[in-house]
T-cell receptor
């Protein structure tokens, strides 16, 4: 069955460092991959979308890579800030626009 | 403009009761999705409405779950004869026709079945 895997352990980093989160998928060939941010008690908020024919996409301090051979996406936050602390969800989608979500990785940025 | 809204924000019910959850999507959004998120877990797809097409109900976990949508506006998710394992956050999302891949989520309804 289709499976999206993200680091289940929390990622703790110091303010100013680059945070790197990993998303791996199996038994699926997505047309696109998305990253969402979720704060406690709130719904996910869309951050970035990268398509299967794109290797990298950037938005301000965020960078996403998509390796369809490795079936992996990396999500980077440069110059991290305590306000970046949240759970980050990876999701893959295709022609039906139904998204399959990973369980998320909790990022904690220490001041 | 207003985002996706959901009501109630919290619902406590007794096992065996029926519950109805409401979602108001962003005005003009043609697609609407329902997800379930259990504590510490990812989002589990339940159902997808897109315009006038037949809904994709492939994620509904049992026949106790049903959902309706009136045109391209409000949607209700109904859970009949609730069970304790139905306790979760139920999230609704909507997407505009021009960007169906991007989903805008509501704050969710936290359901607790005692």
């Amino acid at each position: 069955s289709q499976k999206i895997e993200q680091n289940s352990e929390a990622l703790n980093i110091q303010e100013g460092k680059t945070a790197t989160l990993t998303c791996n998928y199996t038994n699926y060939s997505p047309a696109y991959l998305q990253w969402y941010r979720q704060d406690p008690g709130r719904g996910p908020v869309f951050l970035l979308l990268i398509r299967e024919n794109e290797k990298e996409k950037r938005k301000e301090r965020l960078k996403v890579t998509f390796d369809t051979t490795l079936k992996q996406s990396l999500f980077h936050i440069t110059a991290s800030q305590p306000a970046d602390s949240a759970t980050y969800l990876c999701a893959v989608g295709g022609a039906t626009n139904k998204l399959i979500f990973g369980t998320g990785t909790l990022l904690a940025v220490q001041p | 403009g207003a985002g996706v809204s959901q009501s109630p924000s919290n619902k406590v019910t007794e096992k065996g009761k029926d519950v109805e959850l409401r979602c108001d999507p962003i005005s003009g959004h043609t697609a609407l999705y329902w997800y379930r998120q259990r504590l510490g877990q990812g989002l589990e797809f339940l159902i997808y409405f897109q315009g006038n097409s037949a809904p994709d109900k492939s994620g509904l976990p049992s026949d106790r779950f049903s959902a309706e949508r009136t045109g391209e506006s409000v949607s209700t998710l109904t859970i009949q004869r609730t069970q304790q394992e139905d306790s979760a956050v139920y999230l609704c999302a909507s997407s505009p026709r021009v960007s169906l891949e991007t989903q805008y989520f509501g704050p969710g309804t936290r359901l607790l079945v005692l």
